[in-house]
């Protein structure tokens, strides 16, 4: 990422060099392998996207120019190099949807930025649609039945075959053919943005703009409306999406200049809820059960709870037994249980202690409890920030060396690992009611890989499992009786 950064320099002083950059920080990344930084300048920020991928990097330029032509609330981009492998647009700053809702609940602000949403939407979508080349798409044209079949089947492969339930295969086949038939016949179709959700769409002022949409395509309008409305995290009540779906339909009949048959409009979109909840649990199996990612596993129980609620009180308008019948064994109680993980209240009497410490020093610390075992983690073939001057008198809990860590080094990497195989023993412990695991984490001196490491790991745990954590920084302590 170093040379990635200085890059970052380069392109930014080609359209600004009378702004001085005061930082440069790494974001955290999500479910893509797109790398994104806040750049911060004396007079605001920017936000700097790392992309490989180049064609997806074009796709996300020529979108952008398209749909900003017709006022869609979307980010300038002020710069990108030869490459097309880095570019830097507007900063809307760090406040989604799905943040306001989290602190504001379901507030009729909440509900007018939604109303905001869907009317952009719309916009987008139909306006958006006329002299738009899908030729620039990332992978298909169009969510026709070949991509509607192949999400169901992403939720078959990544998800319900690993829950290991029964099914006849070519029954279920056949009703997979018949709903995707059914859906890639809908007569509303414009640009679809894909992965239209909360966390997609910022808050500023009080007005909404969108970001990633790089993987649109034309499909049914019906499907971005679900994927907004019935987001799990989201948890909207049934009030509000009928109202929103609602006022939705009112926003594109105001644009085609026609009425909408609603009736089957409604139909089709139950339907394309349908493929938007599998399809998410497609990924958050692929992206929790493979790749063993704690914030997508956690995010299952509440995905299937969603999916659950929608089987018993919606219809899409076509019988599919044998796929109904498996989507009932997927939605039983015993399955979601599986997947709500462990945690620790009040009465839990596991306490986990954290450990940093100097291999060069004082060595691994002693566990003088009566299990002993637990983990010790080597931190050296992390690169060390206490070979540079700048860093030499602070520690891992200071943010220069956290940016050094999380940005020009593979610790985030290193500690996902770690979490995966941690995670396990603390899950048994807990169901087992063992009183006592001991961590720790050891780098040369003990100042700034090991603290930065079991720092993380401590905030890691106690929101996950809200279980008791001690952590003890070794040598810090030491330092600090000395008066260091």
């Known amino acids: 990422m170093e040379l990635v950064i200085e890059q970052l320099r380069e392109l930014y002083s080609s359209f600004n060099n009378s702004d001085e950059i005061t930082d440069i920080v790494r974001l955290p990344q999500s479910g893509g392998d797109r790398v994104y930084f806040r750049i911060f300048t004396g007079k605001g920020s920017y936000i700097a996207t790392f992309n490989s991928n180049i064609k997806e990097t074009e796709t996300f330029l020529r979108f952008t120019e398209h749909f900003k032509n017709i006022n869609c609330p979307l980010p300038s981009i002020y710069a990108v190099n030869s490459e097309?492998?880095?570019?830097?647009?507007?900063?809307?700053?760090?406040?989604?949807?799905?943040?306001?809702?989290?602190?504001?609940?379901?507030?009729?602000?909440?509900?007018?930025?939604?109303?905001?949403?869907?009317?952009?939407?719309?916009?987008?979508?139909?306006?958006?649609?006329?002299?738009?080349?899908?030729?620039?798409?990332?992978?298909?044209?169009?969510?026709?039945?070949?991509?509607?079949?192949?999400?169901?089947?992403?939720?078959?492969y990544y998800f319900l075959d690993t829950l290991k339930i029964p099914y006849d295969k070519e029954r279920l086949i056949d009703d997979f053919e018949q709903l995707s038939t059914y859906l890639s016949q809908a007569s509303n179709k414009g640009f679809m943005f894909r992965d239209f959700q909360s966390r997609n769409i910022m808050v500023r002022d009080?007005?909404?703009?969108?970001?990633?949409?790089?993987?649109?395509?034309?499909?049914?309008?019906?499907?971005?409306?679900?994927?907004?409305?019935?987001?799990?995290?989201?948890?909207?009540?049934?009030?509000?999406k009928n109202k929103l779906l609602s006022y939705y339909i009112d926003c594109l009949e105001e644009i085609i200049k026609r009425p909408i048959q609603r009736g089957l409009f409604i139909n089709r979109y139950h339907g394309y809820v349908l493929i938007r909840l599998l399809q998410v649990l497609g990924a958050y199996g692929f992206r929790g059960i493979f790749e063993r990612k704690a914030h997508f596993l956690t995010s299952i129980p509440l995905a299937l709870n969603n999916l659950k609620w929608f089987l018993t009180n919606k219809k899409i308008g076509l019988e599919l037994p044998e796929f109904e019948r498996v989507l009932a064994l997927v939605v039983a109680d015993d399955i979601i249980t599986k997947f709500v993980p462990i945690h620790a209240d009040a009465s839990t009497p596991l306490i986990v202690k954290v450990n940093s410490f100097s291999y060069k020093i004082g060595g691994i610390p002693p566990d003088s409890t009566s299990n002993g075992g637990g983990f010790v983690f080597?931190?050296?073939?992390?690169?060390?920030?206490?070979?540079?001057?700048?860093?030499?008198?602070?520690?891992?809990?200071?943010?220069?060396?956290?940016?050094?860590?999380?940005?020009?080094?593979?610790?985030?990497?290193?500690?996902?690992?770690?979490?995966?195989?941690?995670?396990?023993?603390?899950?048994?412990?807990?169901?087992?009611?063992?009183?006592?695991?001991?961590?720790?984490?050891?780098?040369?001196?003990?100042?700034?890989?090991?603290?930065?490491?079991?720092?993380?790991?401590?905030?890691?745990?106690?929101?996950?499992?809200?279980?008791?954590?001690?952590?003890?920084?070794?040598?810090?302590?030491?330092?600090?009786?000395?008066?260091?």
């Open 378 to 484: 080597d931190c050296r073939g992390i690169l060390n920030p206490g070979r540079f001057d700048e860093y030499k008198a602070i520690t891992g809990r200071n943010k220069p060396v956290i940016d050094f860590l999380e940005q020009r080094t593979k610790m985030p990497e290193f500690l996902n690992s770690i979490y995966n195989v941690v995670d396990i023993a603390v899950e048994n412990y807990i169901g087992r009611k063992f009183e006592s695991l001991m961590i720790s984490f050891g780098c040369t001196g003990g100042c700034h890989r090991s603290v930065y490491a079991a720092e993380q790991l401590t905030r890691h745990l106690r929101n996950k499992y809200g279980v008791k954590v001690e952590l003890h920084h070794i040598e810090q302590h030491i330092k600090e009786k000395r008066g260091f």
């Open 84 to 156: 097309k492998t880095l570019y830097i647009q507007e900063d809307f700053g760090n406040e989604s949807l799905l943040n306001k809702i989290e602190h504001e609940g379901l507030s009729e602000n909440v509900f007018n930025l939604y109303k905001k949403s869907l009317k952009a939407l719309a916009n987008m979508q139909m306006s958006g649609d006329i002299g738009l080349d899908y030729n620039w798409c990332i992978t298909s044209k169009e969510f026709g039945k070949q991509a509607i079949l192949s999400d169901l089947l992403y939720f078959k």
């Open 206 to 240: 009080n007005e909404v703009y969108f970001i990633d949409y790089q993987g649109g395509m034309k499909g049914a309008v019906q499907y971005d409306v679900a994927s907004l409305l019935w987001q799990a995290k989201a948890e909207l009540t049934d009030e509000w």
